[in-house]
């Protein structure tokens, strides 16, 4: 195969879209397609939200990038933003879900550190675990897809199983700095942590001066129905990494901490050039604005208790098909019987649907946070239409 101008990292559709109309997208040929991937889970206002453009259109023309050197009002506006609707009491703002998790383990390494424990840099990870493909986000999985070819991993992660709260513990040691987990894994199939799982890490965490550490990149800034996936454990961590969703497609990202867990972030420690520009602080501001002015969250309850009741009553048709639907609020996977890909291509190539494949044979369902009962209707006439011609002995092979 030739190299190709774009590095030939992803092998990409024929499918090529150039515009967005709300939760569709249109492709090269003119072509629509209903879009319940997102952008993975990103585009949570949907394509062409006024609110959204209009406030990027507005601060690119009044000041785009100024560096982190100089006060930074448009910074300091959705940082307290997102302090008052969370456990956090301080935040910094990255370009990216992996950057995120970056100073998300540094701010737990750095907890420690700070006060001179310079051996407590371990972090607990999970099996199945996606946190970003940065070498210390690679390394924080035990994912070895994503290992192969970039070896030496960097030390100081031990992953156990996701779930199991007796080997988490089990696993503590006089390394550790903390836990690091997903509260729903995304890419790993789109599993919730049961309730005693979660906790469980809480008290553990709380039990042995550690720092709890939550990846909520895909799961955060409504997708799972409340602000942030673990208030459904009725827990909050010391330190949470937000992405994908919070910008609504603009690239945005944030470690948000608790004073106590950020006593290690002081001046000069870490930094970012592009991290907090006005450009992007005023795409957030946006995102919070409409999920204040459109009631998102209490959308994304409704249209998502809808979606998975919609799915689990047709799924007993083709049961040599499917095996179960799986999720929260707008964060929903649909498990197959067989690898997922030739599924999701099917959607999407013969259905005109778009959804996302994830590990555990689960198709990744994510729309916009926005969809109203209409796109259910489409969903569902869609997935059953690629259900009915859909053929189990291409997708074994
Ligand atoms: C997507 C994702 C990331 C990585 O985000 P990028 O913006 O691609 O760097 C990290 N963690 C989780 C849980 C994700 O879903």
């Known amino acids: 195969?030739?190299?190709?101008?774009?590095?030939?990292?992803?092998?990409?559709?024929?499918?090529?879209?150039?515009?967005?109309?709300?939760?569709?997208?249109?492709?090269?040929?003119?072509?629509?397609?209903?879009?319940?991937?997102?952008?993975?889970?990103?585009?949570?206002?949907?394509?062409?939200?006024?609110?959204?453009?209009?406030?990027?259109?507005?601060?690119?023309?009044?000041?785009?990038?100024?560096?982190?050197l100089y006060g930074s009002p448009q910074g300091e506006r959705l940082a307290q933003?997102?302090?008052?609707?969370?456990?956090?009491?301080?935040?910094?703002?990255?370009?990216?879900?992996?950057?995120?998790?970056?100073?998300?383990?540094?701010?737990?390494?750095?907890?420690?550190q700070h006060v001179g424990n310079d051996d407590k840099y371990e972090l607990i990870t999970f099996n199945n675990a996606f946190h970003g493909r940065t070498m210390a986000t690679i390394s924080a999985s035990n994912q070895e897809k994503m290992h192969k070819g970039f070896k030496p991993l960097l030390p100081g992660f031990a992953y156990v199983e996701f779930d199991d709260?007796?080997?988490?513990?089990?696993?503590?040691?006089?390394?550790?700095?903390?836990?690091?987990?997903?509260?729903?894994?995304?890419?790993?199939?789109?599993?919730?942590?049961?309730?005693?799982?979660?906790?469980?890490?809480?008290?553990?965490?709380?039990?042995?001066?550690?720092?709890?550490?939550?990846?909520?990149?895909?799961?955060?800034?409504?997708r799972c129905g409340t602000f942030y996936a673990h208030e459904h454990y009725g827990i909050a961590p010391d330190i949470l990494a937000t992405a994908k969703g919070i910008g609504g497609g603009f690239p945005l990202g944030a470690c948000l901490a608790t004073e106590k867990a950020a006593r290690g972030m002081i001046a000069g420690t870490h930094g970012s050039t592009y991290g907090g520009n006005p450009l992007a602080m005023a795409a957030g501001e946006a995102v919070l604005d409409a999920f204040a002015a459109e009631d998102i969250l209490a959308n994304v309850r409704e249209k998502g208790a809808k979606l998975a009741a919609r799915m689990e009553q047709f799924i007993g048709n083709y049961p040599e098909l499917f095996v179960e639907v799986r999720g929260r609020g707008l964060m929903l996977g649909l498990k197959l019987t067989v690898e997922p890909r030739g599924f999701v291509a099917h959607l999407r190539d013969n259905h005109g649907l778009l959804t996302v494949s994830a590990g555990d044979n689960v198709v990744r369902i994510v729309p916009p946070l926005v969809i109203g009962d209409e796109h259910i209707d489409e969903f569902m006439d869609r997935l059953s239409a690629a259900a009915a011609n859909f053929s189990l002995e291409g997708a074994a092979a």
Do not use: W
């Open 165 to 222: 709260l007796a080997a988490a513990r089990a696993a503590i040691g006089p390394r550790t700095a903390g836990f690091l987990v997903e509260p729903v894994q995304g890419e790993g199939g789109v599993r919730a942590g049961s309730d005693q799982f979660i906790q469980g890490l809480r008290e553990l965490a709380d039990e042995h001066d550690l720092m709890l550490v939550l990846d909520e990149v895909q799961s955060g800034v409504g």
């Open 1 to 68: 195969m030739p190299i190709t101008p774009l590095m030939p990292v992803y092998p990409r559709t024929a499918f090529r879209p150039v515009r967005g109309d709300h939760c569709h997208l249109i492709g090269e040929d003119g072509r629509r397609y209903l879009d319940f991937a997102a952008g993975i889970a990103v585009n949570s206002l949907g394509h062409s939200h006024k609110g959204l453009i209009g406030a990027i259109q507005s601060q690119a023309a009044e000041l785009m990038h100024v560096s982190n």
């Open 81 to 112: 933003r997102l302090v008052d609707l969370t456990f956090a009491d301080t935040v910094f703002f990255t370009n990216s879900g992996a950057e995120a998790v970056e100073c998300a383990i540094k701010t737990a390494r750095a907890y420690h």
